[in-house]
T-cell receptor, first 115, second 114 residues
Framework: GAVVSQHPSRVICKSGTSVKIECRSL??????MFWYRQFPKQSLMLMAT?????????EQGVEKDKFLINHASLTLSTLTVTSAHPEDSSFYIC???????????FGPGTRLTVT | GNSVTQMEGPVTLSEEAFLTINCTYT??????LFWYVQYPGEGLQLLLK?????DKGSNKGFEATYRKETTSFHLEKGSVQVSDSAVYFC?????????????FGKGTMLLVSP
């Protein structure tokens, strides 16, 4: 149980285009979903936290207009990287948790490469 | 603010060797502490956790004890296997209103050779 999927697993896009990454909780309802960014050989940095049906809470330094997060249902959250640039290339990981629970279940990650 | 510091890797061991990966933290209050493992090409999996001082988390032969006096949560395993090769992340939880957020250390890569 508690499986989280991400799609796509890898994406390559051209500079200036937008890319959408989906995060789904497959067998549970996730009231809260989290988006992280992981640079090579570095830790996961929390980008934003989203609760179903409300606006995402972004961490300091993360541009909300560039990284659009939508959490429209209890099983789906999307991250859209708008007008992507090479410096946005990274490994993006989502996680999900149940209401009132602190444990997070992580997706397998999405490798974004912007050329 | 909250932070987690763990030893830099890679840690290279032979099979059946003893493993220690150090982790210390800075936090207000009494956080819950976690170790996550990331196998190549995969997402993070919870390995073990401890929610209060002197608790010992254990799973798959790995152990870690929550030491409030030294603000540490070192990961240990008595005999590592090749299949333990992965990146290990120490983390603590920060509780907000209605949800909790994780603060991660930088990760320590473990390489186990036959």
């Amino acid at each position: 149980g508690a499986v989280v999927s991400q799609h796509p697993s890898r994406v390559i896009c051209k500079s200036g285009t937008s890319v959408k990454i989906e995060c789904r909780s497959l067998d549970f309802q996730a009231t809260t979903m989290f988006w992280y960014r992981q640079f090579p050989k570095q830790s996961l940095m929390l980008m934003a936290t989203s609760n179903e049906g409300s606006k995402a809470t972004y961490e300091q330094g993360v541009e909300k207009d560039k990284f659009l997060i939508n959490h429209a249902s209890l099983t789906l959250s999307t991250l859209t990287v708008t007008s992507a640039h090479p410096e946005d290339s990274s490994f993006y990981i989502c996680s999900a948790s149940l209401a009132g629970a602190y444990e997070q279940y992580f997706g397998p990650g999405t490798r974004l490469t912007v050329t | 603010g909250n932070s987690v510091t763990q030893m830099e890797g890679p840690v290279t061991l032979s099979e059946e060797a003893f493993l220690t990966i150090n982790c210390t933290y800075t936090a207000t209050g009494y956080p819950s502490l976690f170790w996550y493992v990331q196998y190549p090409g995969e997402g993070l999996q919870l390995l073990l956790k401890a929610t209060k001082a002197d608790d010992k988390g254990s799973n798959k032969g790995f152990e870690a004890t929550y030491r409030k006096e030294t603000t540490s949560f070192h990961l240990e395993k008595g005999s590592v296997q090749v299949s333990d090769s992965a990146v290990y992340f120490c983390a603590l939880i920060r509780k907000n209103s209605g949800y909790s957020t994780l603060t991660f250390g930088k990760g320590t890569m473990l390489l186990v050779s036959p």
